[in-house]
């Protein structure tokens, strides 16, 4: 029992007329569960059916991923230390990288739990479980077991394709018997997400979840941008840097390490940090319970509907400071800024950009991919090259276009303006060229820095300059992206019946997507091209705008 | 405080909020058994937010609120026994029928008779013939009248109602003013935020005015400033 205000201690001394005695024994949720199973029952072939498709899923994602990390490894092996890069540029050993990349990975993962709760309620269970004068341990403590199985399944999954990919050449540092060292590198990933969701789950119990989730971001994007210093600082010469140190005693290395002394370490770690937060799961309010509900429901609903950017949204909820904002960007930006309908479309949105937290988060680790890529042992390959680019750039315009999501979802604020639609459309095109043609002519400036150098500066020149007309292309990608159509379902059903749902699906993932890559192709182009034609420039121009009139395109209702 | 002499609520320099933004307040409150308060104001004033602050719904800004001195939010099964509250919060279990709701809160409550108490709910809220429906079948006004039913079918020293008004036919309204009454003069507190004037003048004698400042004053009054008189 709870009884001192922070919920913990011995039992007070109670006036004799407060029912007070020890929590009920009634079990809500078994009582529930019970109800809905006979009601149910006739579901049951369909659930069985729901985890065919799952696992299906899964399967099919995993091999997408598997010949994707499997044609990377491919292209680290064939390019040798520098490939593309000039030499003395890819000085960063390839084990370094593979940990600070990992290690962000790590980081990631534990935001994601942090946001998922991991402990969580739905709003009905909130309501007609948690108000009553049951223990809640029991549930709550059920319900983190499953969680964490779900967990250490993800950790097993995602080392997968890694594992496999490195046990033959060792661009992770990874050799001998691949089979024992696959399943030791699953069970120490696997195990390292349980711990990250033990942290999560006692970060959740002393009641500072969001602060938690705030700190693992600005974690990561601090981890990124040391790496991407140290390893600028290293290819400029230095032997080393204050973060030089960082990279080999990460925990990231351990599954790469391929023994079964690091899961072995791990489960001690997992038992303890299970003793210690199962007696304290009742602390946790039933508000923060709801919220963490509430954001683990969006996520699935947009998991199911493929909707990545409304995923996430969903770990983007939770409090603000304060809900009421009067900072410097609004007076930066005055009420008066300008006296046209896109003037007040463009200050509108230049507020919601900057108030979206993680914007510049991402803008800024989109650059130090790029960094660290060039600078990595080996990631001068053009395929590494290549990939890295689109990563960054598909990061940076959803980054950018946040503000004009937010228009999107809202399509009846555009109609308060007096703008007909597809100027309004235009408009919010604008600031995503603000963002990233600036955004491209840095990536650029790294490219041209890695390839050509203080050499060539004719090279590095244009290099910047398409990297700026490519950002043009992208503000298209990401507008097309935040503009994306609802999924037609009923097309998706009735292809099903052919065997061929998956043609809309994909494609409404995809939205956008497609538009930010052909806006890079000139890029990648003048990667693999040296020295770089001027042409290149006027194509680059010619893709950009294009892309960004594609992006900005309405079409008329029929 | 020890519990044993403590008020059933208080608060000390409440002030509620979100994060570091004051809502409304500072407030001083002695609330023990038998009391009821009316809260009013117009809309946005923080009546929601305050009530949410008083019961340990949402953090305060700064200042305290607790149940018996010494519990300030709902992790205490103690303070889940001693207070029931109704928010406008819709939410079901869509496998449940309505009796089946009710029913999972008398069997956690362990209230005497549970079956008895349900069948006088059904009847009281008129969802007896609703009774076997799952919530996706009920209207706007069946779902408020079962959160309703859920509120007041079980034990509680402290009802807590959030506009319980809303949705609800004039009938049901004014039975519920009597009923709330009748439980204040047999010994139970009631917190009540609400925008109808009769409802406020039937249950509760005094109010508290959450506008510029926070003001206790008379049912009267309180009425007055929601329009009402």
Not at chain 1, 40 to 49: H, I, V
Request: proline letters at 6%; a neutral charge.
């Amino acid at each position: 029992m709870n009884a001192s205000p922070a919920g913990s201690g011995g039992s007070p001394a109670l006036p004799a007329w407060v029912p007070a005695g020890p929590p009920t024994r009634f079990d809500p949720s078994a009582t529930t569960r019970r109800l809905r199973r006979d009601r149910r029952r006739a579901e049951r072939f369909e659930r069985w059916g729901d985890i065919y498709v799952g696992v299906l899923g899964v399967g099919i994602l995993l091999a997408y991923v598997l010949g994707l990390v499997q044609f990377l490894a491919q292209g680290l092996r064939d390019s040798g230390a520098a490939g593309l890069v000039r030499p003395g540029v890819a000085v960063v050993p390839a084990t370094d990288a593979g940990s600070a990349l990992l290690a962000i990975a790590l980081l990631g993962v534990a935001g994601l739990l942090t946001g998922l709760g991991p402990v969580a309620v739905d709003r009905a269970q909130g309501l007609w479980w948690f108000s009553l004068p049951v223990d809640r341990g029991p549930m709550l403590s059920r319900q983190l077991r499953i969680r964490l199985v779900w967990v250490f399944a993800g950790g097993v999954v995602a080392w997968l394709p890694l594992g496999l990919s490195a046990g033959t050449a060792g661009p992770f540092g990874y050799s001998g018997p691949p089979m024992a060292e696959l399943v030791a590198g699953c069970a120490t990933l696997g195990l390292e997400f349980v711990v990250f969701g033990l942290v999560a789950a006692a970060a959740q119990t002393a009641r500072i979840r969001h602060g938690f989730a705030r700190a693992l971001m600005v974690a990561g994007v601090l981890l990124a941008l040391a790496y991407a210093i140290d390893a600028v600082s290293r290819a400029a010469g230095a032997a080393r840097s204050p973060f030089s140190g960082l990279w080999p005693v990460l925990p990231s290395v351990w599954p790469a390490a391929g023994t079964w002394l690091a899961p072995a370490a791990l489960v001690p770690v997992v038992v303890a940090g299970w003793l210690l937060v199962r007696p304290r799961l009742d602390r946790i309010r039933t508000s923060d319970l709801l919220d963490a509900g509430g954001i683990s429901g969006q996520a699935g609903n947009s998991i199911a509907l493929l909707d990545v950017r409304s995923l996430a949204r969903s770990f983007s909820r939770g409090p603000r400071r304060t809900s009421h904002v009067r900072d410097a960007w609004a007076r930066l930006l005055p009420a008066r800024f300008g006296a046209s309908p896109v003037a007040a479309l463009l200050r509108a949105e230049a507020l919601v950009l900057l108030r979206t937290g993680n914007v510049w988060a991402r803008l800024l680790v989109s650059l130090a991919l790029l960094a660290g890529t060039v600078t990595a042992h080996g990631g001068g390959s053009a395929v590494v090259l290549c990939v890295a680019t689109a990563l960054a750039g598909i990061l940076a315009a959803q980054a950018a276009g946040a503000a004009a999501s937010e228009a999107a979802r809202v399509p009846g604020l555009d109609a308060l303006l007096p703008l007909d639609s597809r100027t309004a459309r235009r408009a919010h095109g604008l600031l995503p060229v603000v963002v990233l043609a600036p955004w491209g002519a840095l990536a650029g400036t790294i490219m041209g820095w890695g390839l050509a150098g203080p050499g060539a500066p004719g090279d590095w020149t244009l290099l910047v300059a398409i990297g700026a007309l490519c950002g043009i292309g992208l503000a298209g990608g990401s507008l097309r992206m935040a503009y994306r159509p609802e999924l037609d379902w009923e097309t998706v059903l009735q292809r099903q019946v052919l065997g061929k749902a998956g043609g809309p699906l994909i494609g409404h993932a995809v939205h956008g997507m497609e538009l930010m890559l052909i806006a890079l192709v000139p890029l990648g182009v003048a990667l693999l091209l040296a020295p770089v034609p001027a042409v290149l420039l006027a194509v680059a121009a010619g893709v950009g705008v294009a892309g960004w009139f594609a992006g900005t395109y309405r079409p008329q209702p029929l | 405080m020890d519990p044993q002499d403590a008020p059933l609520l208080t608060a000390r320099d409440l002030v509620a909020g979100y994060g570091d933004f004051e809502v409304c307040g500072p407030l001083d409150l002695v609330f023990d058994r038998g009391d009821a308060l009316g809260i009013v104001g117009l809309n946005a004033a923080g009546k929601s937010t305050l009530l949410r602050t008083l019961i340990g719904r949402q953090p305060p800004v700064s200042g305290r609120a607790a149940v018996l001195g010494v519990f300030t939010d709902d992790t205490s099964h103690v303070h889940r026994r001693l207070v029931s509250a109704v928010f406008d919060e819709d939410a079901f279990f869509d496998s449940l029928t309505v009796e089946e709701h009710l029913q999972l809160i008398v069997s956690g409550h362990g209230v005497p008779d549970g079956q008895e108490a349900v069948e006088r709910e059904l009847e009281f809220f008129e969802l007896a013939a609703a009774r076997d429906a799952l919530p996706d079948a009920l209207s706007s006004g069946q779902r408020r009248r079962l959160l309703l039913a859920a509120g007041l079918i079980r034990p509680a020293e402290l009802l807590v109602l959030d506009e319980p008004e809303q949705r609800l036919d004039p009938p049901i309204r004014a039975q519920l003013a009597v009923r709330l009454r009748a439980r204040i003069e047999n010994g139970g507190a009631v917190l009540l935020v609400t925008h109808d004037a009769v409802l406020l003048t039937t249950v509760v004698d005094r109010c508290l005015i959450v506008g510029d400042g926070l003001r206790f004053a008379s049912a009267g009054e309180g009425a007055a400033a929601i329009g009402g008189a």
